[in-house]
């Protein structure tokens, strides 16, 4: 049986896949080393970058933050509609998952210098979900 967190992941996996038409999807933690190949792009990358709870009555009230990258061709001038369709699917999960809230928090640019430039837009997600008590489930 999958964790409650594992089904978020999955469901946001699903929902980007099926509203983009990224060449990788992939979840996990970026190293120093990341690195995209040009015939990669446009790319998303899914980040837990934490997990927390606190106990109320029987449940566990748990934040899940997450970061979602998104890496396109620096002059690619369908950038900025692949990151509005991203951030539209990672929201839309809401109806996929009763009981999930999601709140988007800061969006950051970076220049990757490369043979061919690339644009790495960051968008951080709060995701909040309910267990029982002392549970992942």
């Not at 967190?5 to 990224?22: D, G, H, K, Y």
């Not at 015939?39 to 606190?54: F, H, M, T, W």
């Not at 999960?93 to 644009?119: F, H, M, N, Y």
Request: zero cysteines.
């Amino acid at each position: 049986m999958s964790s409650r967190r594992e089904t978020i992941l999955a469901a946001l996996l699903a929902r980007i896949n099926a509203a983009t038409s990224v060449t990788a999807l992939m979840r996990g933690r970026e190293s120093d080393d990341f690195r995209l190949l040009p015939n990669e792009l446009p790319a998303v990358v899914i980040e837990k970058q934490r997990d927390s709870a606190k106990a109320e009555n029987d449940n566990s009230i748990r934040t899940l933050e997450i970061e979602v990258a998104i890496y396109t061709a620096n002059d690619d001038p369908a950038a900025d509609t692949l990151n509005q369709t991203t951030v539209a699917a990672v929201l839309a999960i809401k109806s996929d998952l009763p009981g999930v809230r999601i709140r988007e928090g800061a969006t950051t640019w970076e220049d990757i210098p490369a043979e061919q430039p690339i644009l790495r837009t960051s968008v951080e997600f709060a995701i909040g979900y309910r267990t029982d008590f002392n549970s992942i489930l």
